[in-house]
């Protein structure tokens, strides 16, 4: 499950009341710059779409387009509306999950750590940096 929390005031907000289909698409290093201004300028003005050079690619379980620059897409099907006040929560199934085949490797796992992701932090937008940890090590038996 996954949920996003949107303003109604914003242009995608009734496309997803309508559809209640939405796309998450990883953000990359090489994507960031275009990620930012999808974020500042609204689809009443501008076919984002064309403004940024994105290409929509059909998704395989639901009719909203991937972004196929981006490496991972997760299609959501949206399972709750959550008016909160100054943002309306859809709380949605992950229906399926694209991968770009270059990340895949050949035993099958998903080399994520090559996607070059970004986090958004406090207003900024950073690259991942270095490996702190693997799940469970804190409680892992030291060898020797
Ligand atoms: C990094 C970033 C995060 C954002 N997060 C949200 C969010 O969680 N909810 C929201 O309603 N708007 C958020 N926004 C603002 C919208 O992306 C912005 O209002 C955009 O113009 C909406 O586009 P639209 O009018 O085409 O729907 C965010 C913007 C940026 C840059």
């Known amino acids: 499950m996954v949920s996003i929390s949107v303003r109604p ?17 990883l953000t ?13 300028r609204s689809g009443r003005e501008v076919d984002k ?16 387009p991937l972004i196929a620059e981006s490496p991972v897409n997760l299609e959501c099907r949206v399972k709750q509306v959550i008016p909160l006040g100054s ?11 694209d991968v770009d085949p270059g990340l895949l490797e050949k035993n099958g796992r998903l080399a ?3 996607a070059g992701l970004v986090a958004y932090s406090h207003g900024e937008y950073y690259g991942l940096g270095a490996l702190l940890g693997r799940y469970g090590y804190s409680v892992k038996k030291k060898r020797g």
């Open 9 to 25: 005031e914003r242009y995608s907000f009734h496309m997803l009341e309508e559809s209640r289909e939405f796309v998450v698409n």
């Open 28 to 40: 990359t290093e090489a994507l960031v710059r275009q990620a930012d201004e999808a974020g500042v």
């Open 49 to 64: 779409w064309k403004h940024l050079r994105l290409t929509p690619q059909k998704a395989s379980r639901i009719s909203t």
């Open 87 to 97: 943002h309306t929560m859809f709380l949605a199934e992950v229906v399926a999950v």
């Open 112 to 114: 994520l750590e090559r």
